[in-house]
């Protein structure tokens, strides 16, 4: 067998690896690059083998940086099955059907995403799939709703991809079962130089009372599949414990709306179900014209929930230009912001925001960063997962900018594990 390492080599998107089996080809994972122009270029070179060689895809979850560059794959000739788990697949037909919404029609339309759509068969965790003499099956990864690390065995052989790793403690999803004994393990680094700060039920808790006891407009940029979610049923959670601060929430996002419909739907996948379901029926959704028109001359206590989560563009900018010049409103960004994003500027005190460079709104209120807010393994929980049962293993670490993939790699050379960064491109017998 090889592995040929394709995307998330030299960044933290854009997952994309190629396994040739003696006689076909698989790929796991068909991600869009995501971020600044130099990164986003990366979607459009062309690929090391041609679409219509690869016999069979395996996602491994639907965040857009493993499954977004599936409709150009299907619009460049692929034909083959697409595997992931129930959940993930309800969750990559919003994603899907949004990327498209938004990306050049000569890139992919919607006609491809739904042609994509149709190509997806669903496997539990723990199903198995046999292709020639290769087994694969899906283990859960926690991360996000559906996520799933990939097992492969062919003959004597062990590989396993991780696919985004959940943390011991997200308040939604069970730690993510420890990677099982392999000869080859890929793995992401997104957190691989990091110790996760703070606390989530805290943080939120800090910036409600704020907003209910003082009477202040929140407005939470989220992102709207699986961020949104987990705020939602923490926020729920809270107004339990303290009635007294109850206020209505908004959600302004059809996106986020969708997404709370799945979870809802495999809520039993969670830690809390019963918590996740009621956190998510019956919200407030602004839909109409005429919702935003009454909403838009409210005054606090008001919280609303809207993406995008970095500020890039979505429904929340409507709400930093109506509430922009309301010096008690609180802007709130929960977790990380990418570089050259609005939301990482706001963050680092930049007031003036810019929609293709022009100024299109000026935040006098206060803002509200949270480290605290991440789906993914940080270094420490990175290591343990690995490292358990892989003492003798080629470990190969891909998604995660520089320094995390240097220090993970050092991190694991000290416990003795073989720890290697591919580049794109680079190919490896198993
Ligand atoms: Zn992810």
Same mark, same amino acid.
């Given at each position: 067998m090889k592995i040929t390492f394709w995307g998330a080599t030299d960044e933290v998107t854009g997952s994309m690896t190629f396994l040739d089996l003696p006689e076909k080809r698989i790929m796991v994972d068909a991600g869009l690059a995501q971020g600044l122009p130099e990164v986003e270029a990366l979607n459009l070179i062309k690929l090391p083998?041609?679409? &219509? &060689?690869?016999?069979s895809i395996f996602i491994t979850h639907a965040h857009l940086d493993h499954s977004g560059y599936l409709p150009r794959l299907v619009k460049q000739g692929y034909r083959g099955q697409i595997y992931c788990t129930p959940a993930t697949a309800k969750l990559i037909k919003i994603i899907l059907l949004d990327s498209a919404s938004l990306m050049d029609e000569n890139y992919y339309s919607e006609k491809d995403v739904q042609a994509t759509l149709h190509m997806i068969k669903t496997v539990d965790w723990d199903q198995k799939i046999t292709i020639d003499d290769t087994v694969f099956h899906y283990q859960a990864a926690g991360h996000i709703l559906g996520a799933s690390s990939l097992i492969i065995k062919h003959h004597d052989k062990k590989i396993v991809f991780s696919g985004d790793l959940g943390r011991h403690d997200d308040p939604l999803f069970p730690q993510p079962p420890f990677c099982p004994k392999a000869d080859v393990v890929i793995m992401e680094s997104?957190?691989?130089s990091k110790r996760r700060m703070g606390s989530i039920e805290k943080e939120l808790a800090t910036f409600l009372i704020k907003i209910s006891r003082e009477a202040r407009v929140g407005i939470v940029a989220s992102f709207a599949v699986a961020r949104a979610q987990m705020l939602l049923t923490l926020i729920h959670d809270f107004f339990e414990r303290h009635p007294e601060d109850k206020i209505k929430i908004y959600i302004d996002s059809p996106m986020m709306k969708e997404a709370n419909q799945v979870y809802k739907q495999y809520a039993h996948l969670t830690t809390k179900p019963q918590k996740v379901f009621e956190a998510l029926d019956n919200l407030e959704a602004i839909d109409f014209q005429r919702q935003w028109d009454s909403i838009k001359k409210k005054k606090g206590p008001l919280l609303i929930i809207s993406s995008s989560g970095m500020l890039t563009g979505g429904r929340i900018w409507r709400h930093l230009q109506n509430w922009q010049h309301d010096k008690e409103a609180v802007l709130f960004l929960p977790g990380y912001q990418g570089v050259g994003t609005p939301g990482r500027a706001m963050a680092q005190g930049e007031r003036t925001l810019y929609r293709d460079n022009e100024e299109t709104a000026v935040w006098s209120g206060e803002v509200l960063t949270s480290e605290a807010f991440s789906s993914h393994a940080d270094q420490e929980e990175l290591i343990n997962w690995v490292a358990k049962e892989n003492q003798s293993s080629r470990v190969f670490l891909l998604h995660g900018e520089k320094v995390s993939k240097d220090t993970l790699k050092e991190k694991l050379r000290n416990i003795l594990l073989d720890a290697q960064i591919p580049e794109r491109g680079a190919t490896i017998d198993i």
């Open positions: 083998f041609p679409a &219509s &060689s690869i016999h997104t957190y691989g």
